[in-house]
């Protein structure tokens, strides 16, 4: 999958850390318990439509100064404003380890318009992040985007670093992707990202993919709902599709390990010709003539896909128990288990 996204310097991670930038902390800080910080003793107000980055930022920050802990999101919208960093959009940017976000049920992240692409909503960059999502949601900016020709407006981007769990958050509405998980850079030069978990989300109505595996390794994809990403293409439910160089996929771009089960993905239509609305699709764009390997060992058990599937250009892919309710294009000898596929078009 293309991406523009450029390496974030040192620098920069070190200006958006910055209480200056924003909304600035409060020089008495009320925390309510050790390990938890709210973003409201930050200076956020929910419900009022104005900008919370900078307030759940300071959160971070004092968590990190404790040695790790726990933002913890209380009910209401949590409005989210994208900064311009050199025209290049920054979200909630978590750059410091084994930092937990603790949503309520009536939590809601939500993106305010804006101009700005390649950021997400959550941005990780550190290793031990873990969201517990407890039925709250991420509610993306596809309704107040300015910028018609642009897809890279993620709901969580997760990008070279490891250990991340994503559980039980209904993430709907992106510009670009639902979930992200890549590298800053396309070369392969950074590693990407690994063992990442995500279980029992819904992620729904995001207009590029609702989940793109770009460059990852190990990842689990359990218990969830994935419904109708409709808006850029490709518009998959889970694509995994590197970057590559002509078809040439960097050494740490091939995606290793990736597990998709218990879950059901529906796409917004099926039969596309141009190959787009795909419940599932590994995919090198240039298979007709370069088609290399862009993902190994993946294993899919026990789901239920609603519209058409792929496997353009992965290797070791088992499809066990599941039920494809389309066409499965199949270009790299899938090995089928008890499963039930409508069309199987073998070529």
């Known amino acids: 999958m293309r991406v523009k996204t450029k390496a974030l310097s040192m620098l920069m991670a070190a200006v958006i850390s ?19 910080f ?25 968590a990190s100064e404790a040695g ?29 380890p084994n930092i937990t976000f603790r949503f309520s049920k009536g939590t809601v992240l939500n993106v305010l318009p804006t101009k700005f692409d390649e950021f997400g909503a959550i941005d990780v960059r550190a290793s031990g992040f873990c969201l517990e999502g407890n039925g709250g949601k991420i509610v993306g900016n596809r309704n107040g985007h300015s910028r018609v020709n642009s897809d890279e407006g993620h709901g969580i981007s997760v990008k070279d670093c490891n250990n991340i769990t994503i ?9 670009g992707d639902g979930i992200y998980l890549g590298s800053s850079n ?26 793109a595996i770009v460059a990852a ?16 293409a490709p518009q998959c439910g889970i694509l995994i599709e590197p970057n590559t160089n002509g078809g040439n996929v960097p050494k740490n771009s091939v995606c290793k390990n990736i597990t998709i089960k218990n879950t059901t993905i529906t796409c917004k239509k099926k039969g596309d010709k141009n190959g787009q609305f795909f419940a599932f699709n590994i995919l090198n764009p240039y298979f007709n003539s370069n088609n290399k390997v ?14 058409d599937c792929g496997n353009y250009s992965g290797k070791g892919v088992v499809l066990n128990k599941c039920k494809i309710k389309g066409t499965f294009y199949d270009h790299k000898k899938t090995k089928v288990k008890k499963s039930k596929i409508s069309d199987h078009y073998k070529f």
């Open 186 to 211: 396309s070369d392969g030069s950074l590693p990407g990202c690994s063992n990442i978990n995500i279980k029992n989300c819904t992620v729904s109505n995001n207009r590029r993919n609702n989940i």
């Open 68 to 96: 790790g802990g726990t933002v913890v999101f209380g009910d209401g919208t949590y409005d989210i404003d994208i900064l311009d960093f050199s025209g290049t959009g920054i979200g909630i940017y978590v750059d410091k």
């Open 167 to 175: 559980t039980d958050v209904n993430i709907t509405d992106c510009w």
């Open 217 to 232: 390794s190990n990842v689990v994809i359990d218990k969830c709902t994935i419904k109708k990403a409709n808006g850029a």
């Open 294 to 307: 862009v993902a190994k060992t993946v294993k899919i058990t026990n789901c239920t896909f609603k519209g």
């Open 18 to 36: 910055v209480p200056a930038i924003g909304i600035s902390a409060p020089a008495a800080v009320n925390v309510k318990a050790a390990g938890e």
């Open 38 to 62: 709210k973003p409201e003793d930050f200076g956020a107000k929910v419900n009022d439509g104005k900008g919370d980055r900078q307030a759940i930022k300071d959160a971070l920050e004092k």
